[in-house]
Nanobody
Framework: EVQLVESGGGLVQPGGSLRLSCAASGFTFDDYAMSWVRQAPGKGLEWVST????????YYAESMKGRFTLSRDNAKNTVYLQMNSLKLEDTAVYYC???????????????WGQGTQVTVSS
């Protein structure tokens, strides 16, 4: 059974940091690019970041550049999203997703996690 299990979400003040994790199982992790996608309250899905199969290449949405860092540990089948300098508008449910290609398009993801809530509030 394929599983992507996100963790690390929570409540943080503006300017704070969180590190999200996504643990994968049930498929060959290092055959897949991994991505994070988020959904703010009342809004659609927004692509956040993608990392290639070996972690050598990362891509970020413009508003996340310089604040978010995506990495992966293939030995642990886990991907990490370090989020710094968090803003109110970063409040969302964050989803981990896997795809056979490096893509920012949600219809190209093969597997999705259940999501973890990140709330930025003072």
């Amino acid at each position: 059974e394929v599983q992507l299990v996100e963790s690390g979400g929570g409540l943080v003040q503006p300017g704070g940091s969180l590190r999200l994790s996504c643990a994968a199982s049930g498929f060959t992790f290092d055959d897949y690019a991994m991505s994070w996608v988020r959904q703010a309250p009342g809004k659609g899905l927004e692509w956040v970041s993608t990392i290639n199969w070996n972690g050598g290449t990362t891509y970020y949405a413009e508003s996340m550049k310089g604040r978010f860092t995506l990495s992966r540990d293939n030995a642990k089948n886990t991907v990490y999203l370090q989020m710094n300098s968090l803003k109110l508008e970063d409040t969302a449910v964050y989803y981990c997703a896997a795809a056979g290609v490096e893509t920012m398009y949600e219809d190209e993801y093969d597997y999705w996690g259940q999501g973890t809530q990140v709330t930025v509030s003072s």
